[in-house]
């Protein structure tokens, strides 16, 4: 999965089908075939992959904070996420096109931002807050991030200037 992954952040969805991934672990395709018989499946699986990975990165981030700084430690992850190197952005921006022309990949990419949702606001409900702060919001917050990210992947870091994540992090 971790190939294939790198393989639809490097190429996009045009670069994964089970050949690329065989070439890229060096295994004859048939077995790639044999544990996903449709690019469907191998597109489902990564979208698994990378609902672990961003759990992984997440709780990485919380390690080593209190409840108190947990929306501050997404803020960091996110904006970790937006450098042009990240591959987050890349798979995750495949995977969004790729969900709208099929609605098992949308619900399963659904479930994905529902937990990421359901984390920021658990995140936000520990947290030290002002009230009536815009990004108090977890779905505004998330669509900012997650525009912030996809401008950072077309335009580069210029796009995403240390000001940008503060003024997001004053709006918590």
Do not use: C
């Amino acid at each position: 999965m971790a190939a294939a992954y790198e393989i639809l952040g490097r190429e996009g969805l045009e670069g994964l089908h089970a050949r690329a991934v065989a070439t890229e672990i060096n295994v004859n395709h048939a077995t790639v075939h044999y544990y996903f018989p449709s690019r469907k499946d191998l597109v489902l699986a990564v979208i698994g992959y990378a609902r672990s990975r961003f759990a992984q990165d997440r709780a990485q981030a919380h390690a080593t904070t209190t409840a108190a700084n947990a929306a501050e430690a997404d803020l960091a992850l996110f904006e970790a996420y937006t450098r042009p190197a990240s591959r987050f952005f890349r798979v995750w921006t495949s995977l969004f096109v790729a969900a709208q022309a099929d609605p098992d990949l949308k619900v399963a990419l659904v479930e994905f931002t529902q937990d990421w949702l359901e984390g920021f606001s658990e995140a936000l409900a520990g947290a030290t807050v002002t009230p009536g702060k815009p990004f108090r919001d977890p779905l505004l917050f998330m669509a900012t991030m997650l525009g912030t990210g996809l401008l950072a992947q077309l335009l580069g870091e210029a796009a995403t200037p240390p000001a940008l994540f503060d003024a997001v992090y004053e709006g918590l």
